[in-house]
Nanobody
Framework: DVELVESGGGLVQPGESLKLSCAAS????????MYWVRQAPGKGLEWISK????????HYTDSVKGRFTISRDNAKDMVYLQMSSLKPEDTAVYHC????????????????WGQGTQVTVSS
């Protein structure tokens, strides 16, 4: 079965760093744009970063530019999100998701979706 499994979440203090990982299996990983999407308590889904299949094109939402870095390792079918200078407003469940292109913005457009990992930023 197709799987996306996130890991690396946890409780950190403001200003600290965290690296999320997402392991993909049972689909043609390199053909997909991979996204990180988050959902904060009481809020809707927000895509925060995406990377193309080759890993040479990335995009970030304005609120995380300069703080978060997305990357992928196609040999391992892994995608990562390095987060630094974390803020309380980064608290959310972080999902990785696969999209056939760079156009995905709502959950129904994604081909595959992980269960998520909780990130809590609090002092």
């Amino acid at each position: 079965d197709v799987e996306l499994v996130e890991s690396g979440g946890g409780l950190v203090q403001p200003g600290e760093s965290l690296k999320l990982s997402c392991a993909a299996s049972e689909f043609a990983f390199t053909y997909y744009w991979m996204y990180w999407v988050r959902q904060a308590p009481g809020k809707g889904l927000e895509w925060i970063s995406k990377i193309n299949g080759d890993g040479d094109t990335t995009h970030y939402t304005d609120s995380v530019k300069g703080r978060f870095t997305i990357s992928r390792d196609n040999a391992k079918d892994m995608v990562y999100l390095q987060m630094s200078s974390l803020k309380p407003e980064d608290t959310a469940v972080y999902h990785c998701a696969a999209c056939a292109g760079s156009y995905c913005s709502v959950k129904s457009q994604f081909s595959f979706w992980g269960q998520g990992t909780q990130v809590t930023v609090s002092s």
